[in-house]
């Protein structure tokens, strides 16, 4: 498990490591992922270290809320709330996480299919 200092997405929230930045809130930064896999992937981050989905706790009820409304805002800035958008949460190594801070991918912008992996 990485530490906070070690993290590479603490390291993009601290200006660090340089992201090529799509929105900014209170509670979330959203930015273009290096390796696409639709036309339009952005990560949407907490401001806040949190490992995975299952280090969330009742105090981060304000913060994953924050987390939602920014995931809208880039879905409606990126021009793709209208025709859908998915959005993926990979928790843990057998789900693919690459990266020990929960992250949001948003992928649209052409038709995604299903069922994933």
Excluded at 19 to 47: G, Q, S, W, Y
Excluded at 90 to 101: F, L, P, T
């Amino acid at each position: 498990m990485s530490s906070k200092s070690e993290c590479l997405f603490c390291r993009i929230l601290r200006k660090e490591i340089p992201a090529n930045v799509v929105l900014e809130t209170e509670f979330a930064l959203a930015f273009r992922d290096l390796k696409p896999r639709a036309p339009v992937h952005v990560l949407v981050i907490p401001k806040e270290h949190v490992p995975s989905l299952m280090g969330f706790e009742p105090r981060h009820a304000a913060m994953i809320s924050g987390i939602h409304e920014a995931i809208q805002a880039v879905a409606r800035k990126e021009n793709i709330a209208e025709n859908g958008f998915r959005v993926v949460v990979n928790n843990g190594r057998d789900s693919g996480q690459a990266v020990e801070h929960v992250h949001y991918h948003v992928l649209g912008g052409r038709p995604l299919g299903w069922p994933p992996g």
